[in-house]
């Protein structure tokens, strides 16, 4: 089996696991999650108190000192979501992960993530109004 385009960071005692889409190019080329330009995730987890410190993309391992873990729903593939096949996003290595770490909480980073991950494990269809993804 092909190696992950990023390893996941997760331990066990993980409090909220985030999942991702998939890598963007950035940061499959530097092997660090979030690093796509202009990518606000770092300073959303800071300023939302996940972190007593804003993070980087290079110390993205150190979010597991905050029981924090992460993943992304298409491991094998990298880019933007319009540029990844459907196929590529796989729910049941996720349900794995929950299951094996049991995180209190699940955070789906993208709209293409929840869309798939809802689809494919409980049948939900997304409906979107303005700019929010209901279920």
Known sequence: MNKPVLEDVIEKGVVTLFCGSAAVKK?????QYYAGPGNQFWPILHQSCFTKHLLTP???GQVVNFRIG???????????????????????????????????FLALVSKTVAKSFMSDVF?????????????
Do not use: C, V, W
Not at 96 to 101: A, G, L, R, T
Not at 126 to 134: F, G, I, P
């Open 27 to 31: 940061s499959a080329r530097l092997g």
């Open 58 to 60: 290079q110390k993205y």
């Open 70 to 104: 992460l993943t992304d729903l298409a491991k094998f593939k990298f880019g933007n979501d319009y540029e990844i096949p459907s196929l590529a996003y796989q729910s049941d290595p996720l349900l794995e992960k929950i299951h094996y770490y049991q995180p209190r």
């Open 123 to 135: 049948g939900i269809q997304a409906l979107h109004t303005e700019s929010r993804l209901m279920m």
